[in-house]
């Protein structure tokens, strides 16, 4: 079986899919032929530059065409946001499997009616939120599962950079909604609701409170400033069905900060810490034996820690972040294959973003909102 790739952008995701979908059958295996059918750029000579580098068959500069090619049966879509909705429902339109960056849309309505669609058509979808591939927090949910560390009771995530931090940056469509949509919560808080919901379970009601630090930007051709529509950080205290609480907090603006995406759960019997930046190593604490011997223990992943071991035989030598795309790529062609659900699919991806826009109405609204 030979499954054809569409691919719609070339810059840091689009890299990242193509990397992915190259090396996804060489790492696991047992996976789909993939066939490098099209790729979509914009103007058209970067489309067949790209096409050429990347090892696509043909290139286009229409993404309809690509869309509607019956070469391709998977529509990677790693375009600016205002474009996920419109190439996603097209491509279900046509019958394709869609794979999708996150956020999935601008607005929880869009983002419903390209889940509703898929669901109705039947197609397989994939959401890019690589960060719960990773197998370090694959082992921190099976070791939540097996009582590791209690009953988790209290889940505390930061998300932070620093790429909207210096108040003299040029205004871009990133601070607008109508482009944007969301600010940091669309941008990296979206990363860190996959985490909380994987590991802690549906989020029942929060209430939060969003910022907005540089209220406008200088324009780029120096003829003005323009506003900033969107939060630059964001905090949200959440309640879970399962009764346990979590704090999230995720700013753009945080000097210093690269790609902090940190988490620690707080059980009855212990604690599990995670930090991005070193992604390679999980923090276990357990309440047990001798406390003057107790301590925070460095768990390094390895092939103990699936599918580590498709990657590298040997433990401590660490994947990086193009290998969760690679996980995530997997996933999404063995659903295909097999017929099943990828994980998170639109269904999934929809749970997620409930959550962003549910912290955005909040503050608003000065409210607690239910989900
Ligand atoms: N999963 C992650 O960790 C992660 C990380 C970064 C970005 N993202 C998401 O990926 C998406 C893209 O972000 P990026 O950082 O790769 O952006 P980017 O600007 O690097 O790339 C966007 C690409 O889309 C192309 N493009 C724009 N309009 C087009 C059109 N009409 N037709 C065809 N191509 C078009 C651009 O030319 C460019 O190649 C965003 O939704 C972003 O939120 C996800």
Redesign the pocket.
């Known amino acids: 079986m030979s499954i054809g790739l569409g691919l ?7 890299k990242a899919h193509a990397l992915a979908y190259r090396a996804a059958g060489a790492v696991f295996g047992d996976l789909p032929e993939v066939h490098l059918a099209c790729l ?3 103007p058209r000579d ?1 489309a067949e530059a790209m096409a050429r580098q990347f090892g696509f068959a043909g290139w286009t ?1 229409d ?1 309809r065409e690509l869309v509607e090619s019956a070469d391709v049966d998977i529509v990677s879509i ?4 205002a ?2 909705r419109e190439m996603a429902m097209a491509a279900i339109a046509a019958g394709k499997h869609v794979h999708c ?3 999935m849309a601008l607005s929880l309505a869009d983002a419903r009616e390209m889940e509703a669609a898929a669901r109705e058509a039947g197609v397989r979808t994939i959401v ?4 719960i591939h990773n197998p370090a927090f694959a082992h921190a949910s099976r070791l939540i599962e097996a009582g590791a560390i209690g009953r988790p009771v209290h889940f505390r995530g930061v998300v932070d950079e620093d790429y909207q931090a210096d108040p003299d940056l040029a205004w871009t469509w990133r601070a607008k909604r109508s482009e944007a949509g969301l600010g940091t919560l ?2 990296l808080g979206c ?1 860190l609701v996959s985490m909380a919901i994987g590991l802690m379970g549906p989020v029942e009601s929060l209430v939060a409170d969003t910022q907005i630090i540089h209220a406008d930007r200088p324009l780029a051709d120096g003829s003005g400033r323009a506003k900033v529509e969107n939060e630059d950080a964001a905090s949200a205290i959440l309640r879970f069905r399962t009764g346990a609480q979590g704090v999230l907090a995720t700013s753009r603006s945080a000097w210093g900060r690269k790609n902090k995406l940190d988490f620690e759960v707080h059980g009855t019997k212990g604690m599990i810490a995670f930090a991005q930046e070193r992604m390679n190593e999980l923090q276990l604490f357990v309440n047990e034996g001798d406390q003057a011997r107790q301590g925070f223990r460095t768990i390094l992943t390895g092939p103990q820690h699936p599918p580590y071991g498709a990657f590298c035989p040997a433990p401590g030598h660490q994947l990086g972040f193009g290998d969760l795309k690679t996980i995530e790529v997997a996933g999404f062609l063995n659903a295909i294959a097999c017929g099943g659900a990828a994980y998170p699919d639109f269904t999934a991806g929809l749970a997620f973003e409930a959550v962003i826009h549910a912290i955005d109405a909040s503050a608003r609204d000065e409210q607690r909102v239910h989900l």
């Not at 790693?78 to 946001?81: D, I, K, L, V």
């Open positions: 719609i952008g070339t810059g840091f995701m689009g979509c750029d914009t970067r500069e993404w790693t375009t600016p946001n474009l996920h960056e996150k956020p890019g939120y690589n960060y669309g941008d990363h």
